[in-house]
């Protein structure tokens, strides 16, 4: 009996010591490299900052003092209030100083005015400044930036503009609006514009001198008219980092505290635990096995103190782990649930959406799927109807995973439906309804689908997002001629199936656009635009739009023992495409555009479609008819998604009766009467109830779907 107490005690310190120990070691281990890590970041942030606001009261206020300083005396007034726009940034900016040309009756003044010498006092609210002086009489006495420096600013812009402007657009109008923001541009690029000394966020001074040249167009070469001065104290931001960094020192000796204490009270706990008898540990262990949902496992208690306690706790940990693993998926069904009510898809009997829905009338045949992947996403699409004639839709894929593209896709879907409701309310307004050529006038401007593109764009942009973007198709519908205005924004090409022809046809974008989020919307204005396009649906065409994890779903390469193998197909290059589906040494191949065209055509011409995968270790044939189809959208979306979810499953030897899939109810249905080796590919299994919204197949593996599947079908009655 003393043994059994000596050997309990000595755990109760070994296991205290042991988590003492780890605890400093991984809150160390973690703790000092990232506070290394998050100090500089946070600096040149909160420096970036700085500068960034800095920038752009100078560009106001470089703007605002344009006109004033060339028209003389009648200009001293507005000058003389813009030193107060340093309110903008109260606790960082210390003056503003703005100067212009010398008053031509100033005493001394030159005949013939020097176009480098407009470094005169206009207005300032530097304390080091006389408190009264004569208004562009005084020269700038200012120790940082010289009135040397000013005068070779006004010659290096004076010179750059007269290259830039060596051949004037005539008149005014766009030419002149050009040619001020060419000037403007001069005046804020870095060889004109910075600071004293030079900014570097890394290595941060008390103080510095932003400046900028005020700028305008000149007939005579003069174009440089003065500069703004601003002083700009970093006290702010110092004090902010050395915050931060006593926060993250506080915090993480806290959680070292805690952590300390937690793992001795755990530690303590573990080793006062006896032994359960080992039937309540197989018991234990057979639960985890057989129960479906893990959230639902119960730990077992133990209260010995040997070695088969320490097994039995071992387990629990296992447990708790399998738990947690089952809440966080939970969480994350709650978080795609979430996401689904931004979607226009069917309900289910309890009110939770579904995973297709569809809008059908004399007028419009609308219909669409969306599956979301593993996380939540930023798949987005819907569609409104804006008045008795048009339809609104988007199609939306914001890049990459995880809350971020979440966050996006609730701005998009927000900008979308705020657009809607305003053109419904314009299209509604008295003065349309009553008045048919202001109706017709309204219309017109709805197509102009480029404002909402670049409005989604600078959202991105303006919210730092990092390396997001979004890539979405914009829609019009006008269900009287069948016209379908569409703004591509990163989706390049246009899917139409043509009934006359029967056959899918692509219809690329020249030039390409690029995706929202990555350049602001002036420079995508001034290269290729958002324009829309426009394609005509007769009677019976189908528009078709999908995102690319549709095209990217991927199907790995396995052997013969289930182990994933690359391609190494002879006589191809590094990075050559074979097949169409993949390169050369990669381990999977893609779904591609040419395989969901062909599946649309198959469907549409009501024949067979022969799926192909690549590398296979035994032969396979995989045939889906849709000889027996109807004509309706809906069966021709499950089309898709089922030859889609049919690419993705797979069988190896290792595979058992624990390997399952979730198949959704609809897509198994449709799969039972139109894909011929169903029994052979999934087994042979009765089907569940069609209330019931999912499937669970066992005895069978896919590979991961990797990014959300949407698309929408919309075809002209």
Partial sequence: MRSRTRRGAGLVLKFSLLMIALVVVIVAGVAVPLMLRMVPREQQMLAEGLRNRAGILLESVALRAAFPVTAGTSGYVTVSSLPAETSAMPREALYLTISGPGDPGRSGAPAAEDPADRDYLWATSNPEAPASFSIA??????????????????????????????????????????????????????????????????????????????VSLDAKGAYYDGLVRLGITTEVVRGQVADAVNGMIRTTGLIAVLAVILGVAGAIALASIAIRPIGRLVKLVSAIRDTEDKSKLQRMTVRSRDEIGTLAETVNEMTDGLIAAALAENEMRIGRAVQKQFLPLEKGPEGEKGSTGGVKTDDIDLYAFYEGAAKVSGDYFDWQQLDDRYYAIMKCDVSGHGSSAAFIMVEVATLFLRWCRDWRARLHAPTATRDPKELERVRQQLQKLDALAYTINDMIVERGFGNRFAAFMLSLYDTRTGIVTACSVGDNVLYQYHASSRKMVEKKIEPERPAAGQIPADLIAMKSGYQPVQLRLESGDVFVMFTDGFEDSKRFFRDATGSIMSCDAPGLK????????????????????????????????????????????????????????????????????????????????????????????????????????????????PPVDEKDEYVSISNMKEDIQVDDLTVVLLRRP
């Fill in 137 to 214: 009489q005084e020269p700038v006495a200012d120790p940082n930036l010289l009135r040397t420096r000013a005068a070779d600013l006004a010659r290096s812009v004076n010179a750059a503009a007269a290259i830039a402007l060596r051949q004037p657009a005539e008149g005014t109008g766009a030419g002149q609006a050009g040619m001020e923001r060419l000037l403007f541009e001069i005046a804020a690029d870095a060889e004109h514009s910075g600071s004293v000394p030079e900014f570097d966020p890394e290595k941060l001074a008390d103080t510095y001198v932003f400046y900028r040249p005020i």
């Fill in 574 to 685: 590094e990075n050559e495409e074979h097949l169409g589906t993949h390169k050369w040494h990669e381990d999977f191949e893609r779904m591609t555009a040419d395989r969901i065209l062909n599946v649309f055509n198959a469907f549409f011409r009501k024949e067979t479609y022969v799926l192909e995968r690549h590398h296979l270790a035994a032969t396979e044939r995989l045939e889906f008819d849709f000889s027996g189809c109807s004509d309706s959208l809906q069966e021709a979306v499950l089309a898709l998604v089922a030859v889609e979810r049919v690419y993705r499953t797979y069988r190896d030897p290792q595979t058992g009766t624990k390997d399952r899939i979730i198949l959704d109810n609809k897509i198994d249905h449709y799969l039972r009467k139109h894909f011929k080796q169903y029994e052979n590919h999934f087994g042979s299994h």
